[in-house]
């Protein structure tokens, strides 16, 4: 088992190396059942892995709700659940084999995220989307309260700002002060209908978040050196009054040449046949579940 | 019958605020959030008190059900505060996805339940929201009778580890809850005991049971009247144990017949011990702008409607 936390020290090419596992994952779990949903997930595999091997500082042998003293973590787009699983097995919240389990019945690892099975690692539902940024929110603000120094961060999709209730939670997190919260943005701009432009395009997203109050920073969703100097930033950012938005580049489907950059791959599973040619290209690194 | 001690005349949401005063002083996790309504509410006592632990959160109801969710991660006890209507149908699916399903300890407090907001008429009248929040899975839903049971609840329901949908009102009526009652959730209060019709009733309909209790009994007809201040979970033992007494029963609720107390009675008797049931609820319809009693007569949620409900049931057995 790898550890979970070392704060910046973990080389580019190890991180390449678990997100190369994570991606056999995804795409094992999703063909396992012929559902869920490959395509965000495959784009987010670089990010989590960031996220969770190179920056939370947290506790997987140790899982508590209200997490005291951790960063934590909120998916608000819940359906890339794939990936979330796959990170939070891989950091060792629960056992690798229970990723065969996923959207079978009895299982923990529920299509969509919960918290009633108790799979370690969440502390919320999601899946209607919209609800995630008022939710990291809350447990940022409690966390002030509490003197309680860590950071918060969510993960939204980019179509999932169509919502109203982000443009809610983002007037209020400004207006509040909520500057322990790193949100940010999968800009992959795909949604399930098509591209976001064509669907509902969410015009200048940089100017909304800024015109919201935020500071905003763009990134590389596939560069962990862009994701190191821009989370850097990110956080030294944080206790200046104002809650700080990431907005990331990502390919839906990234590492895999026919799922990329089409949202034709959002929530279809890949047929033995294409999960052989998928599994080709990514190299299995930690050992398959 | 007995008569019953009146202890002044109050509004329901009064003793919201009051308890949630209360728990300011006594429980330090509890949290409060309003959406722009903290007068409505009565939560200006908490806010003057405990402005660290007050969020105002705007016009703005589904994030704030969303961030209630989120700030019970790490150990709070948040209240929520707006109308009824806002409470629920505008926040139906955050209650279902971050309060509900997840399990959070959430109150959800719900003002201007109802018939008796009054003048602002139907947008803000809600008569479906017991059936939405019953039907949630791990929901407690609570409807207290008058001023003081309100503050009991209020106070009652920190106490408990879990989502909870307190409702109460507007409009100013008799308190006849004793000040150190003991508000247990779950079960009932048997105010009268009778042998020929049992009565259950809810939140303000309780006093207008109580009401044409009196007039059925100086018919010579004994009623037994049950404040039903928890519809979920519901106090199975305390209705079976009366109706099959009574052999009857009326239900009578400021709340649409669909869904509300009535129909979880219905269920209770259909399953156990067949009887019949009269209904004291609206009929399928939405309000309309009018004074609170006004309403309640024309909508047939009034002390006659009680009345005449009884003796349809007593001839129906």
Redesign the interface.
């Known amino acids: 088992m790898l550890k979970s936390v070392s704060n910046r020290s973990m080389e580019r090419v190890e991180l390449e190396r678990i997100a190369s596992q994570i991606r056999r994952d995804i795409v094992r779990m999703v063909a396992g059942v012929n559902s869920g949903h490959p395509g965000g997930s495959l784009g987010c595999a670089d990010f989590l892995t960031f996220l969770y091997f190179d920056v939370m500082k947290h506790n997987p042998k140790n899982f508590t709700?209200?997490?005291?003293g951790e960063d934590?973590f909120?998916l608000s787009n819940g359906h890339i659940s794939p990936v979330w699983y796959s990170v939070l097995a891989r950091s060792g919240y629960f056992s690798v084999a229970d990723l065969g389990t996923f959207r079978k019945l009895s299982s923990k690892l529920q299509g969509h995220p919960?918290?009633?099975k108790k799979l370690p690692g969440i502390?919320?539902?999601?899946?209607?989307l919209?609800?995630?940024l008022?939710?990291?929110?809350?447990?940022?603000?409690?966390?002030k309260?509490?003197k309680?120094a860590s950071f918060v961060f969510c993960l939204h999709g980019d179509g999932e700002l169509q919502e109203?209730?982000i443009w809610?939670?983002a007037?209020?997190a400004a207006?509040?002060n909520v500057d322990n919260l790193i949100a940010t943005i999968d800009y992959n701009g795909r949604q399930i209908d098509g591209d976001v432009e064509d669907v509902l395009s969410l015009g200048n997203l940089n100017d909304k978040w800024q015109a919201f109050g935020w500071h905003v920073l763009e990134m590389d969703g596939h560069n962990f050196m862009d994701m190191n100097n821009v989370m850097q930033k990110a956080q030294s950012l944080c206790g200046n009054g104002k809650p700080v938005v990431i907005i990331m580049k990502t390919e839906m489907g990234q590492g895999v040449d026919f799922m990329v950059g089409s949202h034709k791959w959002h929530g279809v599973a890949p047929n033995p046949e294409q999960l052989a040619n998928a599994l080709s290209q990514l190299e299995e690194t930690l050992g398959d579940y | 019958m007995k008569d019953f001690e009146i202890f002044g005349n109050k509004d329901t949401r009064s003793g919201f605020g009051a308890g949630l005063a209360e728990l300011g002083r006594t429980n330090k996790d509890v949290?409060a959030l309003c959406a722009d309504l903290t007068g409505s509410l009565k939560m200006d006592e908490f806010l003057k008190e405990n402005p660290?632990?007050f969020?105002q959160?705007?016009i703005?109801e589904?994030?704030m059900?969303?961030?209630?969710?989120?700030?019970?991660?790490?150990?709070?006890i948040?209240f929520t505060g707006t109308f009824a209507n806002f409470s629920t149908g505008r926040v139906y699916?955050?209650i279902?996805?971050?309060i509900a399903?997840?399990?959070?300890n959430v109150k959800i407090c719900a003002s201007h339940a109802g018939l008796t907001l009054g003048e602002d008429g139907a947008t803000h009248q809600i008569l479906e929201d017991i059936g939405m929040m019953k039907m949630l899975p791990n929901m407690t839903v609570i409807v207290p009778a008058d001023f003081n049971q309100t503050k009991q609840a209020t106070i009652a329901i920190a106490k408990h580890n879990g989502p909870v949908y307190l409702r109460f009102g507007r409009p100013v009526m008799p308190i006849f809850v004793p000040a150190d009652a003991n508000f247990v959730i779950g079960k009932a209060d048997v105010l009268t005991e009778g042998t020929d019709v049992t009565i259950i009733a809810c939140g303000h309909l309780v006093w207008k049971s109580i009401e044409a209790a009196k007039i059925l009994s100086e018919k010579g007809i004994s009623v037994e009247l049950i404040n039903m201040h928890t519809i979920k979970p519901l106090d199975v033992q305390a209705i079976l144990k009366s109706v099959q007494k009574t052999k009857c029963v009326v239900t009578a609720e400021e709340h649409m017949m669909n869904g509300g107390l009535g129909d979880s009675v219905a269920q209770v008797l259909s399953q156990n011990f067949l009887a019949p049931q009269e209904y004291v609820a609206v009929n399928d319809s939405f309000g309309e702008s009018g004074t609170p009693m006004e309403l309640m007569t024309k909508y047939g949620i009034d002390t006659q409607n009680v009345v005449d409900a009884a003796l349809k049931a007593i001839g129906r057995k």
């Open positions: 709700m209200d997490g005291i934590l909120f919960s918290t009633d502390r919320m539902a999601s899946g209607s919209g609800q995630g008022s939710v990291a929110i809350g447990a940022a603000q409690v966390k309260m509490n309680d109203g209730q809610e939670a007037m209020y207006a509040n | 949290v660290e632990r969020f959160m705007g703005a589904a994030n059900m969303s961030v209630a969710a989120g700030m019970t991660i790490g150990g709070k948040p699916d955050q279902r996805q971050s399903y997840s399990q959070k």
